[in-house]
């Protein structure tokens, strides 16, 4: 059975930092590229940042560059997220999903259930 679980969420102070960690399972994800989207209170979901599988290809957001950073694990089937310089507008529920390395959510076939970050002003 396929499983992406998110952890680490929580809240935080403006200025703050947290780190988000993503694990997959089930099935062979060392083919895949790990994606990180949000959703916050009534809107649409976002890209935040994706990795392709070797780990030497990112893509960020550009209201994340600069203050995010991902990176895989060793085993290429988990990673983590780690936020800087958080802003109250990074307020949402954070997602982590894995398919083909893009910015739209239809390219990731996996989904994780969400990890709510509040980050208060």
């Known amino acids: 059975q396929v499983q992406i679980v998110e952890s680490g969420g929580g809240l935080a102070q403006a200025g703050g930092s947290l780190t988000l960690s993503c694990a997959a399972s089930?099935?062979?994800?060392?083919?895949?590229?790990l994606g990180w989207f949000r959703q916050a209170p009534g809107k649409d979901r976002e890209f935040v940042v994706g990795i392709a599988l070797t780990g030497n290809s990112t893509d960020y957001a550009d209201a994340v560059k600069g203050r995010f950073t991902i990176f895989r694990v060793n085993n290429k089937d988990a990673m983590e997220l780690q936020m800087n310089s958080l802003k109250p507008g990074d307020t949402a529920i954070y997602y982590c999903a894995a398919g083909v390395l893009s910015r739209f959510s239809w390219n990731y076939k996996y989904w994780g259930q969400g990890t709510q970050v509040t980050v208060s002003s």
């Open positions: 089930g099935r062979d994800f060392s083919g895949y590229a």
